[in-house]
């Protein structure tokens, strides 16, 4: 007998989308290459209005609970902002994935790791995957493979994206980070080509990590020795220090085609301007799985209602979250200035990242200066390509 469903991929993405299905009584196959847990390059951050897109606690797998930030611009002074509610909760993706796949088979989602998917075949209204070990045939595909991932390739569907890069280790305090870490994240600003450095304070270690566009990626390795420097830690006693991408979706690029379709990095979905892609790989999943249950009670011909939900409510976001980046990279001192001194734009920081305001609430609230937002960021755009070719 088919699965009603196959996801391939147990990050975040893929076990929302798999314990969103069988929760509804699909039968759901959720594979995964690695054998879990399983450890991935990230950070662990997960923002209030990540979590809160979760129906599901994730309280049992956070290490720590960030209260505010400590920024840097280009490893100068730093300044410290705090907000009165916590902002984003620190986990390790070994701890939150095994989590959030435990969640999805309990909700009734039969889950197989260690074996990696080779190919897929589809006639256009079923799938058959062949996986190291087997081939499994369902009505629907959903990719949640990643950055990397196999089943766009398979399935002719590549979304089109921008690549940034990010390198990341961990400082071990055995005993417990330093009690200045415990509730703060640093963030040092402005010195990466479209990224920044960060610290981030887990149970018995601080994350430390530098992510740029990957035309930057020679710069990682020095510019994460500086933020090192800076902070005081060895650089060379980093542990587990690996890179990975972050794909960045040109909006309206091809996200699903017939039952297939593809969530969370697969898709390219992270916030440009942040580089979170934890909150979007919960909110595609579930989306693809909404899409997914009407496909298989007829009501649907294909998933193609998943892109265009995207489309409509996740990729304007992402789209503003762009813009804003570019107009930060081009000049950051006045933006890291405005951070350090107006109390009011903190607060709307504090706000989206707890999911209370939007990126497009930004746009609304700065009214007829919205305009010079998309005139200066295309603007910006084209300067930095300039350069960049004239670089090269
Ligand atoms: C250094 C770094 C730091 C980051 N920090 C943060 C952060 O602090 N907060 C945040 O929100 N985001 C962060 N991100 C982004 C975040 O890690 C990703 O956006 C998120 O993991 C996407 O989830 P996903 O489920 O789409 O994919 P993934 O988490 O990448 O999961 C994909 C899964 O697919 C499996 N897979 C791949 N190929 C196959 C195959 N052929 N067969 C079977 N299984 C396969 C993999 O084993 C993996 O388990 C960071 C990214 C990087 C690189």
Same mark, same amino acid.
């Given at each position: ?5 196959? $996801?391939?991929?147990?990050g975040?993405?893929g076990s ?5 299905l !069988?929760?509804e ?7 995964d290459?690695?054998r879990?847990p ?18 599901i606690?994730l *309280? ?12 840097s ?8 902002r705090r907000?009165?509610e ?6 390790q993706?070994?701890r ?5 796949v435990?969640? #999805? ?11 990696p998917?080779?190919?897929v ?16 045939a369902?009505?629907? *595909?959903?990719?949640?493979?990643g950055?990397?991932g ?5 399935t ?11 390198l ?6 055995p005993?417990?980070?330093? !009690?200045?870490?415990r ?8 010195g990466? !080509?479209?990224?920044?450095g960060w ?31 800076r902070?005081?830690f060895?650089?060379e006693a980093?542990e587990?220090?690996r ?16 039952p297939v379709?593809l ?14 892609g ?5 909110q595609?999943g579930g989306m693809?799985?909404?899409a997914a249950?009407q ?7 294909d998933?193609s209602?998943?892109?265009?939900a995207?489309?409509r409510?996740l ?5 503003v979250?762009r ?14 200035a405005v951070?350090r001194?107006s109390?009011k734009f903190?607060?709307?920081f ?16 700065i009214?007829p200066l919205?305009?010079?937002?998309? $005139? ?9 390509? #300039? ?6």
């Amino acid at each position: 007998m088919p699965y009603d469903a196959i $996801v391939v991929g147990a990050g975040p993405a893929g076990s929302t989308a798999a314990r969103s299905l !069988a929760r509804e009584g699909a039968s759901v196959l959720l594979l995964d290459r690695a054998r879990f847990p399983r450890d991935k390059p990230c950070g662990g951050g997960v923002t209030l209005r990540a979590a809160s897109c979760q129906e599901i606690d994730l *309280l049992p797998v956070v290490e720590r609970t960030v209260m505010g930030a400590r920024f840097s611009l280009r490893l100068g002074s730093p300044f410290e902002r705090r907000y009165d509610e916590p902002l984003t909760y620190m986990t390790q993706r070994s701890r939150l994935d095994a989590y959030l796949v435990e969640a #999805a088979a309990a909700a009734g989602a039969e889950f197989r790791d260690d074996d990696p998917v080779r190919s897929v075949e589809t006639n256009g209204r079923n799938v058959t995957v062949r996986t190291e070990r087997g081939s499994y045939a369902a009505r629907a *595909l959903i990719g949640a493979d990643g950055a990397n991932g196999v089943i766009g390739r398979a399935t002719g569907i590549r979304p089109e994206t921008e690549k940034a890069v990010a390198l990341e280790g961990n400082v071990p305090y055995p005993h417990g980070v330093p !009690a200045e870490w415990r509730e703060f994240v640093g963030l040092d600003l402005g010195g990466l !080509a479209g990224g920044y450095g960060w610290v981030f304070p887990k149970g018995d270690h601080l994350n430390v990590g530098v992510g740029a566009w990957k035309y930057a990626a020679f710069t990682l390795r020095p510019k994460l020795t500086d933020l090192c420097l800076r902070y005081g830690f060895r650089a060379e006693a980093l542990e587990n220090l690996r890179g990975h991408h972050l794909p960045i979706r040109v909006p309206g690029s091809s996200i699903a085609r017939g039952p297939v379709a593809l969530v969370g990095d697969a898709a390219g979905l992270i916030d440009p301007l942040s580089g979170e892609g934890i909150h979007t790989a919960f909110q595609s999943g579930g989306m693809a799985a909404r899409a997914a249950l009407q496909y298989l009670a007829g009501e649907t011909d294909d998933l193609s209602p998943y892109q265009r939900a995207v489309d409509r409510r996740l990729q304007p976001e992402l789209t503003v979250s762009r813009k804003l980046q570019e107009l930060f990279h081009f000049a950051p001192p006045p933006y890291v200035a405005v951070m350090r001194r107006s109390e009011k734009f903190w607060l709307f920081f504090c706000h989206l990242i707890r999911g209370e305001l939007t990126y497009l609430d930004f746009l609304r609230m700065i009214g007829p200066l919205r305009l010079a937002v998309d $005139v200066f960021a295309a603007a910006a755009r084209r300067r930095r390509l #300039a350069r960049l070719s004239a670089a090269r």
